[in-house]
């Protein structure tokens, strides 16, 4: 068995610690503080406003994008004068990028249909239509022609503790304010952002061709349960079918265990790769031996393939590390910016979920209706859903019921 929890953690530790390099800041303070003082001649609006959108347009500023003199007249010249002005600007770029980013996940959608729709025959381009992005240079080209800088400069982003903080007194213009303003948080290079998406296609295609021919797979008794043709996808293929074992009073605990060792299989890359999107050999999932007319095969097990995806995207993800100014590592902006609830709320949250006394009672519940000791699969127990014999009351009242595997 291949020695892939060193490899596991090795990769969460480095998520978990990688830090961001910032570089000196090309407009310094000064220049700032003159630009505030400008603008506070000729708006309406807060220093502290002010401040906001001046400091973190030049925390985005580069000499490529003009000297210290262009920075202060850029924002002097397109700094909202009042509260009319600002909704106007609001209501025309929420307009415009609506269009621009709502057509081009159409164009996304429509590249990705060969590889995420069944019936398509894939061709080899389809992969490379696949990881093309429309909009990887769309960070590159608004700050290239300022529209990033003027949304920054009138719309500043702010924290999730800002948001948590304030959030109750906003109104919905105002939150619509700040999500205009999570839109700039970072100037990742195109290149960059391009790497990113060949990298996740990469891995998308690898997971959308992994297929397993479950007319293949015997027990350990020599018993095929599975039609010749019968072809699953990993995950969500093998766990449907791990689920609807559920209605099988006979056979379904042992299909549900040959099952969860394919699963295992997987998950420890000991799987042979004779049995990848292939239905040439008999494969006995327990022994993890393979057979052709009765003469078992010595194949090779499928290398680490499916951590290596995960490590490239992980290297992917780290070199736009140091183009975030408030969430410089890809863990804070996926719980903070994407999630917007913390590690540490998420982490409350599943501790109290897994430690109420609710879990250990459904947990009881299950093993009682199923007549036998729970088993790690069991968390997509299904005997909660319409077709059970439980009444809607009951269902409601037992909302934990995913929980049970860590009973």
Not at 67 to 88: G, H, M, S
Not at 207 to 219: A, D, L, Q
Request: glycine share 4%; with cysteine.
């Amino acid at each position: 068995m291949k020695k892939i929890t060193t490899t596991l953690l090795l990769i969460l530790t480095m998520i978990l610690t990688a830090n961001a390099t910032s570089s000196k800041k090309y407009i310094d303070d000064t220049t700032i503080q003159k630009t505030r003082t400008e603008i506070a001649k000729h708006s309406s609006f807060s220093q502290k406003l002010i401040e906001r959108g001046v400091e973190q347009v030049a925390a985005f500023w580069t000499a490529q994008d003009g000297t210290t003199q262009d920075f202060i007249d850029f924002c002097v010249a397109n700094y909202c004068k009042d509260l009319n002005a600002k909704n106007e600007l609001f209501e025309r770029i929420a307009t415009n990028f609506e269009t621009i980013l709502g057509h081009n996940n159409r164009v996304t959608v429509e590249l990705l249909r060969p590889l995420h729709v069944t019936g398509y025959k894939v061709l080899p381009v389809d992969e490379i239509f696949g990881a093309y992005n429309g909009l990887s240079h769309f960070n590159d080209d608004m700050f290239d022609n300022k529209l990033a800088f003027i949304v920054i400069l009138n719309y500043p982003s702010f924290t999730l503790e800002e948001k948590v903080s304030n959030g109750e007194t906003w109104s919905p213009q105002e939150w619509g304010y700040v999500r205009l303003g999570d839109l700039f948080t970072s100037r990742v290079p195109a290149k960059i952002q391009q790497n990113i998406n060949n990298a996740t296609a990469a891995a998308d295609h690898y997971i959308s061709n992994y297929n397993i021919y479950m007319g293949k797979v015997w027990s350990n008794n020599n018993v095929k349960y599975w039609p010749d043709q019968m072809k699953l996808i990993t995950h969500w293929g093998l766990r449907d079918e791990l689920k609807s074992c559920y209605a099988d009073q006979v056979n379904g605990l042992e299909k549900q265990q040959i099952v969860y060792n394919i699963m295992k299989r997987i998950v420890d890359q000991t799987i042979p790769e004779d049995v990848i999107n292939k239905d040439e050999y008999i494969w006995y999932p327990s022994t993890n031996q393979i057979f052709i007319d009765r003469v078992e095969i010595g194949g090779r097990t499928e290398p680490n393939t499916r951590y290596q995806h995960m490590l490239d995207i992980y290297k992917a993800m780290q070199e736009s590390d140091r183009y975030y100014e408030t969430y410089p590592t890809y863990m804070s902006r996926k719980f903070d910016g994407e999630f917007e609830v913390s590690m540490q709320e998420t982490e409350r949250l599943f501790t109290q979920l897994l430690s109420s006394p609710q879990v250990k009672e459904v947990a009881d519940l299950i093993a009682k209706r199923l007549g036998r000791k729970l088993q790690p699969f069991d968390i997509w127990y299904d005997g909660f859903n319409s077709r059970g014999a439980i009444t809607p009351v009951e269902r409601v009242q037992r909302t934990s019921l995913f929980a049970v595997m860590f009973v």
